[in-house]
């Protein structure tokens, strides 16, 4: 009786129709339920309310991680064609002198970079980041000069192991590479 009345309720169920619920079932008081079981009957209702809302949204995170990872390995072909005698490396993390993450001041977070290209002589030729065409990398650029202000020299680690450094050319955002592909 009380989970139906607070499934009514949370329902936004008008204050006639709860007590002419309560005539129907024969109730003379109302039992409120535990904190538990509300909150358990909150969620119930929440995720039948909103659950197509969701799952649209779970269907548009799926959609965009498919096409972002198309778009990747395209990128990806495209680079190891035109670089045959290099070494193309998937998201390598800037890091610090020490090999540790370079972290953003501001957000505390690293950065990492979609594809790394290592010439035969372990010189890093390029950085590249992968985006849509639609794609804001405003915020991303903002944390990549922020980590260049703070780190006086960046490194990724490639697949080998090494350090290797990045340039500051490589980085700066006249020459940041973004490949926006579709």
Same mark, same amino acid.
């Given at each position: 009786?009380? /989970?139906?009345?607070?499934?009514?309720?949370?329902?936004?169920?008008?204050?006639?129709?709860?007590?002419?619920?309560?005539?129907?079932?024969?109730?003379?008081?109302?039992?409120?339920?535990?904190?538990?079981? @509300?909150?358990?009957?909150?969620?119930?209702?929440? /995720? @039948?309310?909103?659950?197509?809302?969701?799952?649209?949204?779970?269907?548009?995170?799926?959609?965009?991680?498919?096409?972002? !990872?198309?778009?990747?390995? /395209?990128?990806?072909?495209?680079?190891?064609?035109?670089?045959?005698?290099?070494?193309?490396?998937?998201?390598?993390?800037?890091?610090?002198?020490?090999?540790?993450? !370079?972290?953003?001041?501001?957000?505390?977070?690293?950065?990492?970079?979609?594809?790394?290209?290592?010439?035969?002589?372990?010189?890093?030729?390029?950085?590249?980041?992968?985006?849509?065409?639609? @794609?804001?990398?405003?915020?991303?650029?903002?944390?990549?000069?922020?980590?260049?202000?703070?780190?006086?020299?960046?490194?990724?680690?490639?697949?080998?192991?090494?350090?290797?450094?990045?340039?500051?050319?490589?980085?700066?955002?006249?020459?940041?590479?973004?490949?926006? !592909? /579709?």
């Amino acid at each position: 009786m009380a /989970r139906m009345l607070l499934l009514l309720h949370t329902m936004r169920t008008p204050l006639p129709t709860l007590l002419l619920s309560l005539m129907i079932f024969g109730a003379s008081a109302v039992c409120l339920p535990t904190p538990a079981e @509300a909150g358990v009957l909150g969620r119930l209702v929440e /995720r @039948a309310r909103y659950g197509k809302v969701r799952a649209a949204q779970r269907h548009q995170i799926r959609t965009n991680r498919r096409v972002g !990872a198309r778009r990747e390995r /395209r990128v990806e072909r495209w680079t190891r064609l035109r670089h045959f005698t290099c070494s193309v490396q998937r998201q390598k993390d800037l890091l610090d002198r020490r090999g540790r993450p !370079a972290l953003d001041p501001v957000t505390r977070q690293g950065r990492r970079m979609d594809l790394a290209v290592i010439t035969p002589f372990g010189r890093l030729s390029s950085l590249i980041e992968i985006t849509s065409r639609t @794609a804001d990398k405003r915020e991303q650029e903002a944390k990549t000069q922020r980590i260049l202000k703070r780190y006086r020299k960046l490194y990724i680690r490639d697949d080998r192991g090494q350090l290797r450094p990045v340039r500051r050319g490589l980085l700066l955002p006249t020459r940041f590479k973004t490949v926006r !592909a /579709r």
